[in-house]
């Protein structure tokens, strides 16, 4: 069973290689600590007992040296204080890189599984394997590995140094150490694995509701649903509370046997010793150096059962983790790609796509062409299919079966750099991070100097607005953008497509929630800004399509009707009554 815990953590233990160094110095350091403070109870109890027995006669007084046992009690006081200060701060140094190096091998398998891999994952959830579960493996290396170390070096040097006195009264040691260092700590383990994955997952559950609730704070607020969310938090922190109070009494058992043991342990040691003492076979300041080293030694053992008690929340987080990392992607892109043309020519062959086996076709045999530097706009109700279309170009996922080609090249043969290059996106609801205005314009071109900044957001129609904020561009703009307008926000994202200036451009309803004037400024500016790109708008409001070169209708999945603007509106019928709603 041992084992197979191990065998569960072994692609956490191969990651420790790296800081391996910082590791082996960290239990080294522990193991003087711990030797420094056997070292000097030992000690100090060897040099009061033997001052004692030395000052009962003059003679005996005169010859005792009390200088050397007084520098080894000084040194070891001092070196357990040293050694004490540097484990802490060499482990934790070890500790924060290791977390550093997990936290970075697990984005790097993440970030290929967005978005379609981790639609079945809350974000909520997400989020606490990156914190939570990725802090709980500090467990691994800071209370398991090394504490495990030191105890069985201590136990064998203890064991080995009570031997040259006596090997009875060494091996009677030795077995209660075994009793509190394996013991104890495989009945705490054992104990304390039911609460260990009660507390991974109540955790879980109680972040994910916490940030539930404060992502819809608003609207709980306004439907006056607030009270009953809040009570549900209340008890999924109760039920965590009440795992981590059973695992604190199993804490508090495991240290009650463990100094039960130890004090059986000095009393055996003094019940073997004293036959010795009585037939000179030992003096009395050795006796008293013998049981305080004994005593002394259990303090390498004392934090095992904690450590053990806490390994199956290890466990757990490491398996909660490997379940994000061992999925494949569902998108693999090819290490090399060809470097596509500056206006490339865009093609739909038979597209048929679903979101899951047993979901309806969100696509099915779509076929449309867009020439090079030529404008394109899909129009449809809302759920036939129009973002499909987006998700699909720039790989999000990939069609069930046809192919989506640029300048006659497979967007499949194209790497994830040459395909993100190519192509300029404005999404339906834009995310704004929560920084400053110049850092949310500056991710698409982080090297842009301020004149590059306000050349675009004039393009955009939105310099003046940020020349008079206060802060300009250091504005903050909240998180998600909230201190932003949408219509802000839309501008925002089209400065960040004109920075970024691919030869393709890609709108996905970018008038969405706009009020009429927002919605006719912006649509200008867009017309202008992709004069000479070729651009693909989807869209289901039939909103200045007149200078479109090209316009295809989806209803459910499929090409109803395609063509210009006039034609449609002369031959289609559909397309008219549309148009008219708008006129």
């Given amino acids: 069973m041992m084992l197979k815990r191990w065998r569960e953590l072994a692609p956490f233990l191969k990651l420790f290689r790296a800081d391996l160094k910082w590791m082996l110095l960290g239990i080294l350091c522990g193991l003087l600590a711990v030797a420094s403070a056997i070292g000097l109870l030992a000690l100090s109890g060897w040099f009061i007992s033997a001052a004692a027995y030395a000052g009962l006669?003059?003679?005996?007084?005169?010859?005792?040296?009390f200088f050397h046992p007084g520098i080894g009690v000084r040194m070891f006081a001092i070196g357990r204080t040293l050694a004490r200060y540097a484990e802490r701060l060499v482990s934790h140094d070890a500790t924060f890189r290791i977390l550093q190096s997990l936290r970075s091998w697990f984005y790097i398998h993440l970030e290929p599984l967005a978005p379609s891999r981790l639609m079945k994952f809350r974000s909520g959830d997400v989020l606490n394997r990156i914190v939570a579960d990725i802090d709980a493996l500090d467990n691994l290396y800071l209370r398991v590995l090394s504490p495990s170390t030191v105890a069985l070096v201590t136990s064998f040097l203890v064991v080995a140094f009570l031997w040259i006195f006596d090997p009875t009264v060494a091996l009677a040691t030795a077995l209660y150490l075994a009793a509190a260092g394996f013991g104890v700590t495989a009945a705490a383990l054992k104990l304390g694995e039911p609460c260990g994955h009660e507390i991974a997952h109540r955790t879980a559950e109680l972040r994910v509701r916490v940030i539930d609730t404060l992502q819809g704070l608003a609207e709980l607020l306004v439907f006056d649903a607030d009270h009953h969310h809040l009570e549900?938090?209340?008890?999924?922190?109760?039920?965590?509370?009440?795992?981590?109070?059973?695992?604190?009494?199993?804490?508090?058992?495991?240290?009650?046997?463990?100094?039960l043991i130890s004090g059986m342990a000095v009393l055996t040691a003094l019940y073997l010793a004293v036959d010795l003492v009585k037939f000179d076979l030992l003096n009395g300041a050795n006796l008293a150096l013998i049981v305080l080293a004994i005593l002394a030694s259990f303090e390498a053992v004392l934090p095992l059962p904690a450590a053990y008690q806490y390994l199956v929340r290890t466990r757990e987080a490491g398996r909660r983790l490997l379940e994000i990392v061992d999925m494949r992607p569902q998108i693999i892109y090819p290490d090399t790609s060809v470097t596509l043309s500056k206006q490339p020519e865009v093609r739909f062959e038979n597209i048929s796509f679903r979101y899951s086996e047993n979901a309806p076709w969100?696509?099915?045999?779509?076929?449309?062409?867009?020439?090079?530097?030529?404008?394109?706009?899909?129009?449809?109700?809302?759920?036939?299919?129009?973002?499909?279309?987006?998700?699909?170009?720039?790989?999000?996922?990939?069609?069930?079966?046809?192919?989506?080609?640029?300048?006659?090249?497979?967007?499949?043969?194209?790497?994830?750099?040459?395909?993100?290059?190519?192509?300029?996106?404005?999404?339906?609801?834009?995310?704004?991070?929560?920084?400053?205005?110049?850092?949310?314009?500056?991710?698409?071109?982080?090297?842009?100097s301020d004149d590059d900044l306000f050349a675009a957001l004039a393009s955009a129609r939105l310099d003046e607005f940020v020349r008079n904020l206060p802060d300009g561009l250091n504005t903050w703009?909240?998180?998600?953008?909230?201190?932003?307008?949408g219509g802000q926000a839309q501008r925002v994202a089209l400065t960040r497509a004109i920075l970024h200036d691919g030869p393709l451009w890609v709108l996905d309803e970018p008038t969405e929630g706009l009020d009429t004037i927002t919605e006719s400024q912006l649509m200008q500016a867009l017309e202008?800004?992709?004069?000479?790109?070729?651009?693909?708008?989807?869209?289901?409001?039939?909103?200045?399509?007149?200078?479109?070169?090209?316009?295809?209708?989806?209803?459910?999945?499929?090409?109803?009707?395609?063509?210009?603007?006039?034609?449609l509106l002369a031959s289609n019928r559909r397309y008219a009554e549309l148009h008219m709603r708008i006129s």
């Fill in 232 to 259: 549900v938090v209340k008890r999924s922190s109760a039920a965590l509370l009440k795992s981590q109070l059973r695992m604190s009494h199993i804490r508090g058992l495991s240290l009650a046997l463990i100094t």
């Fill in 57 to 65: 006669t003059v003679a005996t007084a005169h010859l005792f040296n």
């Fill in 362 to 448: 969100a696509l099915k045999d779509v076929n449309m062409q867009i020439p090079a530097g030529r404008r394109a706009a899909v129009i449809g109700e809302t759920g036939s299919g129009k973002s499909t279309l987006v998700h699909l170009l720039v790989r999000f996922w990939d069609p069930a079966s046809g192919h989506i080609c640029l300048a006659n090249e497979d967007i499949r043969n194209l790497s994830e750099t040459e395909l993100r290059r190519s192509i300029s996106v404005i999404s339906q609801q834009p995310h704004m991070f929560n920084a400053t205005l110049r850092e949310n314009l500056q991710l698409v071109r982080p090297e842009a």
């Fill in 477 to 485: 703009v909240g998180e998600s953008g909230k201190l932003l307008s």
């Fill in 528 to 567: 202008r800004k992709t004069r000479d790109r070729t651009l693909l708008l989807i869209t289901h409001r039939l909103v200045d399509l007149h200078w479109m070169d090209h316009i295809v209708m989806l209803d459910q999945g499929r090409v109803a009707a395609q063509g210009t603007h006039s034609k």
